[in-house]
């Protein structure tokens, strides 16, 4: 896919714990803590993370130290530093910070465009085109991605229409960013629905086709997420121990766990160049670090099978 490399995986698993996990929490992590955990990801085989967003402290306190998390991120080798960016101001500071990669939101329905970036879906699409003009003009390597929240049903709006968020997504595209997804925001999403969607996506905008963004609100993560890579997707997003959800999405807590993806992915023979053992090693640091904040996944829990991983065939033989 654009935008992203795979190298000798075959899917790439884009952890977004220490942005869209943190984003909803009350209480607010050090941040010699989440460095010490973006590392410990890093360790177990992670090579994209979201580290961050750049917004105003006083609407996201725990995003303050945006630019001191990526500085530290950018000395882990061969990792992909994603930073969320809602707007130009955003991406002058990410870019200036040194984020690797950048992420825009762009909401599939009216109602949370405007509660989450207070901007219309007509102008975010402008929006975008000039964060991509301005990564044009002083980080041309800085791959770009603009996915597109709520596209499964909004808790605003309810029904969003299927072909308003493909055209949205080709506008996207039409506007230069590398590559754009779709994101099961309010988990309402369900398999059939994600097959038919990414099928229609990929369609439209070929390679350019970019991330699944599942949560499990309604425990069909997992599902999902397999229902896209049968569509054809290659880059997923999920949170580590599934923290997360968005604030202007209400209920819509619970991420795609990244212990549990990375172990259905292995388990089925697709590489994903994760080492599960660690992840779930690394939730006591990050129990830790978060006192009182529920942790979940059903691998920590049960544990690695009896010798796991299995022997697969090679998959590109």
Avoid at 21 to 46: D, S, V
Avoid at 71 to 94: D, H, K, M
Avoid at 160 to 171: G, M, Q, R
Avoid at 216 to 227: D, F, K, Q, S, Y
Wanted: charged share 20%.
């Amino acid at each position: 896919m654009a935008g992203s490399t795979i190298k000798d995986c075959d899917v790439l698993i884009s952890e977004c714990g220490p942005r869209d996990g943190l984003q909803i929490l009350r209480a607010i992590m050090p941040t010699q803590a989440k460095c010490r955990w973006i590392a410990a990801l890093h360790a177990a085989g992670l090579r994209e993370i979201e580290v961050c967003s750049f917004v105003p402290a006083k609407l996201m306190p725990q995003m303050a130290d945006a630019a001191e998390v990526v500085r530290f991120a950018r000395t882990l080798p061969g990792l992909t530093v994603l930073a969320l960016v809602p707007n130009l101001r955003g991406a002058e500071a990410a870019l200036k910070a040194g984020a690797t990669k950048l992420t825009i939101p762009v909401s599939g329905s009216e109602g949370h465009s405007l509660a989450n970036v207070r901007k219309s879906r007509a102008e975010m699409v402008e929006e975008v085109g000039r964060i991509v003009a301005l990564r044009d003009a002083i980080a041309p390597d800085v791959p770009v991605e603009a996915n597109i929240s709520v596209a499964f049903g909004c808790t605003i709006d309810g029904h969003v229409d299927e072909d308003e968020v493909i055209a949205l997504a080709a506008k996207l595209v039409g506007v230069g960013v590398d590559d754009s997804g779709l994101s099961d925001t309010t988990g309402m999403a369900n398999p059939a629905q994600v097959r038919r969607m990414f099928g229609r996506l990929i369609d439209r905008i070929g390679a350019r086709c970019g991330a699944a963004h599942m949560h499990n609100t309604r425990g069909l993560g997992l599902a999902n997420c397999l229902a896209a890579y049968e569509a054809g997707v290659r880059i997923f997003d999920s949170s580590h121990a599934g923290l997360g959800g968005c604030p202007h999405a209400p209920g819509a807590s619970g991420n795609v766990v990244t212990e549990d993806l990375v172990f259905m992915f292995e388990a089925m023979g697709i590489r994903t160049g994760v080492d599960a053992s660690q992840l779930i090693a690394a939730r006591a640091s990050l129990a830790e670090a978060l006192p009182g904040v529920d942790l979940y996944g059903m691998l920590a829990g049960a544990g690695l099978p009896l010798n796991f991983p299995y022997p697969h065939p090679d998959p590109r033989v």
